[in-house]
């Protein structure tokens, strides 16, 4: 981890914690987690980034109390059953969706194995979004309420547009600015291409 400014961190992926899944089924990378020290059983974590391989059809973890968005980044796709609400498939790349992680869930794959990314915010004190840019875009941030995760899933992008600041981000790496109360309270960085094919995907996670 390299700190570029105050709360400015860029993580590479020797920062990142692999892990059995909850419910030990599958494996997960997992990219950042608040706190810092949660524990590996994702009973404590306020809020959590990672990157799940699903290699079989199987049960999810269960997170009651959090909401979850998913986007598939690899693989031909997965239906998900629930306990309570109709099923969803997810078929295209890049797509996020968003559920309850306490719905019983299952998982079955469309044609192997599949790679998703994971979001997970706890519903009584945050709430989160998730996109995945791949052009050139403009992104709002308000520091004093908003945690910004950039994830660079293909290529290379550029951050620019706060103190001066402008850093590129390979892929597999994440860029996260942390809450911060003594600047302005709107900040518009620029994400640009350095290299073609650019996928990047952001998380704003918020106070509720």
Not at 5 to 11: A, C, E, H, W
Not at 37 to 64: M, N, T
Not at 197 to 208: E, P, Q, T
């Amino acid at each position: 981890m390299r700190e570029l400014l105050r709360g400015i961190r860029l993580l590479q992926p020797e920062d990142y914690r692999r892990m059995p899944w909850k419910n030990g089924l599958g494996m997960t990378t997992e990219i950042a987690v608040s706190p810092m020290d949660a524990g590996f059983d994702g009973q404590s974590f306020d809020w959590r980034v990672s990157i799940a391989d699903v290699e079989k059809d199987c049960e999810f973890s269960l997170f009651p109390g959090h909401d979850r968005s998913i986007v598939l980044i690899d693989g031909a796709g997965m239906e998900l059953g629930f306990d309570s609400v109709s099923p969803h498939r997810i078929n295209q790349l890049h797509v996020p969706f968003k559920f309850k992680g306490e719905y019983q869930t299952w998982c079955r794959l469309l044609d192997g194995p599949v790679h998703d990314f994971n979001v997970m915010s706890r519903r009584e004190k945050f709430k989160h979004t998730c996109e995945v840019l791949a052009s050139p875009s403009t992104i709002h941030w308000k520091p004093d309420t908003e945690i910004l995760l950039i994830y660079c899933l293909e290529s290379r992008l550029s951050l620019e547009g706060f103190q001066d600041m402008k850093v590129e981000i390979s892929k597999g790496r994440t860029l996260i600015l942390d809450k911060r109360t003594d600047i302005p309270a709107d900040n518009v960085l620029k994400i640009s291409t350095v290299s073609k094919d650019m996928v990047a995907v952001i998380v704003c996670i918020s106070d509720k």
